[in-house]
């Protein structure tokens, strides 16, 4: 039977991202997660350490209370894909923001090879169906779009009523054509509509399947 975590690795699986599951620990820590089957290397640099469906599981599994105590992290540290219209959008935009995106990206490929029946890469997995808005806007921000600021132009991801749908906004039209190409090249399902209230047009996006 499997030992469980030691604390200390208890504590690096609790501070994973909730986003992408991406691990910070010494590399002690996090070779041992991954001799556990609970985290691995990614392949490309900077070979950052994941979560596998397995660690996902486990820090899923265990109450917050019940779970080791964990120091809590300034809200900076933990990473979020920008949806936009945050205050902060046009804020940390440079090659660090540049890198960590990608990251989160690469993981997020590693999580659809590894959860995916058949291992595609091509589309969206559970994670991402079950996160819409977070994993549209990943998407979106890897291929470079830019993020609507508080008051700025970009693109703005907002979910709907329909089920396994999000919107996407965009200032003009070329810019709304181009979030669709990008989300199409993800593995979405996007088409164009206008809104009967304000004739606003937008997108209307789903994880593909198939």
Known sequence: MT???TVAQRRVIDAADPVTGRLRGTQAQLEALVKRGLAFRHPRPPHDHFLTPAG???REAVPKSAAAPVDPAPAGDV???RV???EDAGSGSGPARVREVHSAWQGLLELR???NPDGATDRPCRWEREHLVRAAALALEAAGHRPAGAEGDGYRVRATPQ???IAVYAPEGEALRACAATLTGAGWQAGEYT???TRARYLLASPRRV
Do not use: D, I, N
Request: aromatic share 4%.
């Open 56 to 58: 996902h599981r486990l």
């Open 3 to 5: 030992r469980p975590p």
């Open 79 to 81: 990473f979020a894909a």
């Open 163 to 165: 089920p396994e749908a």
């Open 84 to 86: 936009g219209g945050e």
């Open 113 to 115: 090879r590894m959860t």
């Open 195 to 197: 809104e009967p209230r």
